[in-house]
């Protein structure tokens, strides 16, 4: 029978791998916990129309990506293409805007999204997200921004750019659709097919096409920046101070759009030239108008995500692969021997030691062997003598040094054995 393997578009993070995820995992909680942001896990499948109402259905991501299926009791459901538009949906049927104040959230978890598999570019894929809500202050733009930064850096991937962008509101953006549209009317047939489906559609995404002859034609086009009303220039110009007096620099590039409807005023992404075609590590901006579309108060609202799989295939450009460490490889042979190992491992674990137990029953020789292979510091050796004496030899397995420690003396040397450890480590 032929063996079953991983859906298109899917992958398995082996444990050879696992250690990267685990690290930036724990940077990004310490790092977001650090400013204040709270973790929200949201369910990964929605209702249909929370991505209709809350992505627009003229995106992309929902007229193409949606992994979309009737359940059993005939309802649309939708796992999820993207997060912010649960966490907004979490936000308003639990009334967290009731609390007042800056809500910071963050989310981690797995997004799907029906595309041609690539690297970096999956159908179940992982992303980090933080969202704002509350706040309108050019301040919270900035503080999203410098997070991303701080996050990017702390991880330790480096020659990152950021571009950033405002689109305005949504005023400025109808009298700039309508002077896009004219201008590329004339154009029509020259450009990629997308990019004439959007062209009266979802025309300011052509400006994001990948098409090189609708990138020529782009060249002349209007420029969305000299469309901005005098207060959302304003507005952009302040979140463009503030990133300068928090040491971040940019590039404005008047062409970035982002494919969500949802943006208002500040988009950015984060870019690396490491990544081939997925170059996007990072993504964010303002989204004001979404809490109100989707039934909640008023409220202002700016986040990123970020793209883990780009993230991490980053991070193995320049780091080897963490290895967890081991403490102790535990060999037993014999009955007695082995029932005092197993218990033995319990008191090394239970004293905070990493230990690994061999299993295979098989001559003391290959359990050396293994031992010497499993990266431990130390190995600990039982076999019918010291089972009989209720004894265990401790072997230094970088030196070969051995000596004999009774069961009884092993609690309160824990101390003891710590700095050694750590000091072969070193
Ligand atoms: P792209 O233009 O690459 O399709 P996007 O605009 O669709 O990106 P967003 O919806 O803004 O992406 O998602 C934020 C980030 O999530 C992206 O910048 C990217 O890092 C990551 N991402 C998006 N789609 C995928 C995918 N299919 N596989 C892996 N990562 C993805
Ligand atoms: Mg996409």
Redesign the pocket.
């Known amino acids: 029978m032929s063996a079953i393997q991983a859906s298109r578009?899917t992958r398995d993070i082996l444990p050879g791998e696992v250690g990267y995820w685990q690290r930036v995992e724990s940077i990004a909680r310490e790092i977001l916990g650090r400013a204040a942001y709270q973790e929200i896990r949201t369910p990964i499948f929605e209702q249909t129309d929370l991505f209709e109402r809350g992505v627009g259905e003229a995106t992309?991501?929902v007229s193409k990506?949606m992994y979309t299926f009737q359940d059993r009791g005939d309802r649309s459901l939708t796992l999820r293409?993207?997060n912010t538009a649960g966490v907004v949906r979490a936000f308003v049927e639990h009334h967290l805007h009731a609390q007042g104040g800056v809500q910071r959230l963050w989310y981690l978890g797995a997004?799907f999204?029906y595309?041609r598999p690539q690297a970096?570019?999956?159908?179940q894929?992982?992303?980090l997200g933080v969202e704002v809500l509350g706040s309108s202050d050019p301040r919270a733009d900035a503080e999203v921004v410098v997070i991303a930064a701080e996050l990017l850096q702390a991880i330790g991937l480096k020659d990152l750019r950021l571009e950033f962008n405002s689109i305005g509101d949504q005023r400025d953006r109808q009298h700039y659709r309508e002077a896009l549209i004219t201008y590329l009317m004339p154009y029509k047939a020259d450009l990629d097919s997308d990019s004439q489906d959007r062209l009266t559609r979802n025309p300011l995404r052509i400006l994001?096409s990948k098409d090189q002859k609708t990138q020529a034609i782009l060249q002349e086009a209007p420029s969305l920046l000299d469309y901005l009303s005098p207060e959302s220039q304003q507005r952009f110009e302040r979140v463009q101070q503030l990133l300068i007096d928090s040491g971040i620099s940019y590039n404005i590039n008047s062409r970035l759009v982002?494919?969500?409807d949802y943006y208002t005023h500040t988009v950015f992404?984060i870019q690396s030239d490491d990544l081939g075609a997925?170059?996007?590590?990072?993504?964010?901006g303002r989204y004001d108008g979404l809490v109100t579309d989707l039934g909640g108060p008023e409220t202002p609202a700016v986040g990123?995500?970020?793209?883990?799989?780009?993230?991490i295939l980053l991070l193995q450009q320049l780091q080897p692969p963490i290895a967890p460490t081991l403490d102790f490889y535990i060999v037993s042979r014999g009955d007695r021997a082995e029932a005092q190992a197993l218990k033995l491992a319990q008191l090394f674990r239970n004293t905070g030691f990493s230990v690994e137990l061999d299993l295979s029953g098989s001559a003391f020789g290959k359990q050396f062997k293994r031992a010497d292979r499993s990266g431990a510091v130390a190995c600990l050796i039982l076999g019918d003598a010291e089972a009989e004496d209720e004894t265990v030899q401790l072997k230094w397995l970088a030196s070969g040094e051995q000596q004999a420690i009774a069961q009884a003396d092993l609690p309160k040397m824990t101390d003891e054995l710590r700095q050694q450890i750590d000091r072969w480590r070193c």
């Not at 970096?120 to 159908?123: F, S, Y």
């Not at 997925?278 to 964010?284: H, K």
């Open positions: 578009g992309d991501v990506e293409p993207e997004m999204r595309e970096g570019r999956q159908r894929f992982h992303q994001d982002r494919g969500l992404e997925q170059a996007t590590v990072c993504a964010g990123w995500a970020i793209g883990l799989e780009r993230l």
